[in-house]
């Protein structure tokens, strides 16, 4: 049996065991501790993704001379490593970060992504690092910073993005800044860097900006005040690339007198139009700090007042103060040979300015500026003289079409008013005629409400029953007989109900009591009717239009021999209308 001692010793060896094992430190990596930190180093480990297992404690994560390619979201966290405050993945091939690749790394103060593809700032992924502090992005690919660069990254107190390709530093890009104290921007395709951006960085001490191709030029003097007004020297000199007569000097050490800008030239007239045999005058405006050499050029050659018999003249003017010069160039007496470009040159210690003026020459400038003018007012005259003479036939037709529209309704009004007296007198007189009728026989009188109009010439309508006795009921069974209107004969025909022949006699014993008291008006009338028109084209026949002779003989009673035919019409007049009556 082991002692106690063993046993202890056996304990410690395998608790040394245990804990060696729970590291999960990868063979290839190396863990270890280091200015008081745990640290794993996993250094060209041909690794493509973050290794997992690591310890949860680490806190200076090595991961250089890696191909990850692209950090995805998560990256860190399902690895469990959420207790890191350095990460350097630079030398790892990394193109892409994407948006949450950082999550829940909360401690990073550190963060190097140096020597990299990245095309752009990798903003989105930062905003995870609320309390980063170092941030390196040397030697990638990045062309602007834009605005919102380091928007989420507010508490950077060292910024290295040197030896890119930055040419633009865009407005608050850098100006957001304000705890940055080490900035680099070395290396890169910088011509000019607004002061503005660096004025807000109240605690930048150190600023590298050497290897820029920078222009020396006025609008540099700005940022050349600033840095002597903080006394703030870059660690390597900048030099300037332009102009050509400050090229290689540092420019912290120059004048104001040496910052300066180009000339600035202007065309008052970029195109002319002349008139062959006339004198032009071309101008050409120049701004400049200083004195500037002013130069006409045409294709290329310069051209002097001697020049071509002293056809061309060139007056100069200038005013120091406004910093403004005026060239006039005069061509006398231009013909189509002279049309073409000339060339306003301009040149002072800083440089150089070009602009261009075409001339075009022609005799026929005056006949087709006077066409055009004509050709403008016979045109619009034209439409106007149009638009007036289609609002007149329009506004005429409008005001006949109203008249005639207000007449055909005055006429439509009268003639329904005159229909309507001429029926209301017609009615009228037939009354007076059955009432006279009726009392001077037995016989009873039409119903002026039973009259049918025929159109048709061969059609004999029903109507319903003229007559009826107090008090009898109409019989439906019983036949309807007519009373016909002709074209050849006036007649009006009151039939007898009892027939002669077999049909009538069988009528007669089957209905008896529509065959008892019949009898039959028969009366001719040797002349043409009258006629009243009513408002639908349809005519009655005027009954009163008779002789009185006549009207004498219809009112007393007369006897007429029995008809032998059921249906005998009686023509009036040419209008083949049908008025049916019948007695019970």
């Known amino acids: 049996m082991p002692n106690e001692s063993q046993v202890l010793v056996l304990a410690v060896v395998w608790a040394w065991v245990a804990t060696t094992a729970s590291t999960g430190c990868p063979k290839i990596c190396e863990c270890k501790w280091r200015d008081g930190r745990e640290m794993v180093v996993c250094q060209k480990a041909n690794f493509i993704d973050v290794p997992r297992g690591l310890e949860s404690t680490t806190q200076v994560l090595d991961l250089r001379h890696n191909n990850l390619r692209i950090l995805p979201r998560d990256s860190f966290a399902y690895s469990g490593l959420l207790n890191l405050q350095k990460l350097w993945l630079n030398f790892c091939n990394i193109m892409w970060v994407e948006k949450g690749a950082f999550r829940e790394l909360t401690h990073v103060k ?48 060292e910024l290295d993005i040197s030896y890119n390709k930055i040419s633009k530093i865009e407005e608050r890009a850098l100006r957001v800044l304000g705890n940055l104290e080490i900035l680099n921007v070395a290396g890169n395709k910088i011509t000019f860097l607004n002061s503005t951006e660096l004025r807000p960085l109240q605690v930048l001490r150190v600023i590298g900006i ?20 903080r006394k703030l020297t870059a660690s390597t000199p900048p030099s300037c690339s332009h102009p050509s007569w400050l090229y290689g000097r540092d420019w912290q050490a120059l004048d104001d007198k040496h910052f300066l800008c180009g000339p600035h030239t202007m065309a008052a007239t970029p195109r002319i139009l002349a008139t062959d045999r006339d004198n032009v005058t071309l101008m050409c405006r120049v701004e400049s700090e200083v004195e500037v050499i002013i130069t006409w050029l045409v294709d290329e050659t310069p051209i002097l007042n001697t020049n071509m018999t002293h056809r061309y003249k060139v007056k100069q003017s200038g005013d120091p103060d406004r910093q403004l010069y005026v060239s006039n160039f005069t061509i006398l007496s231009v013909v189509r040979e002279d049309q073409g470009i000339y060339r306003c040159l301009a040149e002072n210690r800083a440089g150089t300015s070009v602009t261009d003026i075409m001339l075009q020459v022609s005799h026929e400038v005056v006949e087709v500026r006077s066409e055009n003018v004509e050709q403008l007012f016979m045109r619009r005259g034209l439409l106007g003289a149009v638009s007036i003479v289609l609002f007149l036939v329009f506004f005429t037709c409008s005001v006949m079409y109203c008249k005639a529209k207000d007449i055909r309704l005055q006429v439509s009004e009268d003639n329904s008013l005159r229909t309507t007296k001429l029926t209301k007198n017609l009615h009228e007189k037939l009354g007076e005629y059955n009432a006279g009728h009726d009392s001077n026989s037995n016989i009873q009188t039409h119903d002026t409400q039973s009259w049918v109009i025929c159109d048709s010439p061969g059609e004999n309508v029903q109507t319903s029953d003229l007559t009826m006795k107090s008090g009898q009921e109409p019989n439906k069974s019983s036949p309807k007989q007519p009373l016909l209107i002709g074209a050849a004969t006036s007649r009006v025909e009151i039939k007898k109900q009892e027939e002669t022949d077999t049909h009538t006699n069988t009528e007669y014993e089957m209905y008896p009591e529509r065959f008892n008291e019949e009898n039959v008006l028969y009366k001719e009338i040797n002349r043409h009717p009258s006629y009243s028109s009513l408002g639908n084209s349809l005519h009655f026949p005027d009954l009163l239009d008779l002789p009185k002779s006549h009207l004498s003989d219809l009112t007393e009673p007369q006897k007429c021999e029995p008809v032998q035919r059921p249906d005998e019409k009686l023509l009036l007049g040419t209008h083949r209308s049908c008025i049916s009556s019948r007695r019970l």
């Open 110 to 157: 550190e963060l190097d992504l140096s020597n990299n593809f990245l095309r752009d700032v990798p903003s989105g992924a930062l905003a995870d690092i609320a309390s980063l502090r170092e941030l390196r992005l040397a030697h990638n690919y990045l062309t602007v910073l834009s605005a919102t660069a380091f928007l989420f990254s507010l508490d950077l107190v």
């Open 210 to 229: 050497d290897d820029n191709p920078w222009d020396c030029d006025c609008r540099l003097q700005q940022l050349s005040h600033w840095m002597r007004e």
